[in-house]
């Protein structure tokens, strides 16, 4: 298996007809005040197995502030169904909405691990208004 792409989203979903429709990509947030929480923020990635990869694997997502200290992991299982006869290689989207904690400002990673391998990583950037007393925005303290 192989990741062809993994980012942040404000929202995503699979149609239908399985097309993977993802809105409001973006790699940093602009807090008003720290420790804050990022509510909802969705986990996009694209997974491509094979043939061979049908079964069951375990997949991790860890959440790393920048200090490299865990802030959260969680676990389970990907459950993959062998393809039809003629298919070789399979597309397995993968949307995950999350609520990202922020404890500083620097760049957060989550690390996403399929069966113990690192298959991808994606970065966020959180920024701080320095001396800020509270929200930057009416109603809420983020900017994304």
């Known amino acids: 298996m192989r990741i062809t792409f993994a980012l942040f989203a404000d929202a995503a979903n699979i149609s239908q007809e399985g097309k993977l429709n993802v809105l409001g990509v973006f790699d940093a947030v602009q ?14 990635a694209r997974i491509v197995g094979r ?7 375990q997949m ?10 865990t802030l959260w992991n969680t676990a389970g299982e990907l459950r993959v ?19 990202l904690p922020l ?7 989550l690390a996403l ?12 950037q959180v920024r701080s208004a320095s001396g800020a007393p509270g929200p930057m925005i009416p109603g809420g303290a983020m900017v994304s």
């Not at 404890?103 to 990673?109: E, L």
């Open 51 to 57: 043939r061979e990869d049908a079964g069951v694997h």
């Open 81 to 99: 169904e062998a393809p039809p006869a003629g298919v070789e290689q399979m597309d397995l989207p993968f949307i995950a909405a999350l609520d």
């Open 113 to 124: 691990q399929i069966d113990a391998d690192e298959m991808a990583s994606v970065a966020l």
């Open 31 to 44: 807090v008003g005040t720290l420790p804050a929480l990022h509510p909802r923020a969705h986990l996009v």
């Open 103 to 109: 404890d500083r400002a620097g760049t957060f990673t």
């Open 60 to 69: 991790t997502l860890t959440w790393r502030n920048p200090a490299g200290e």
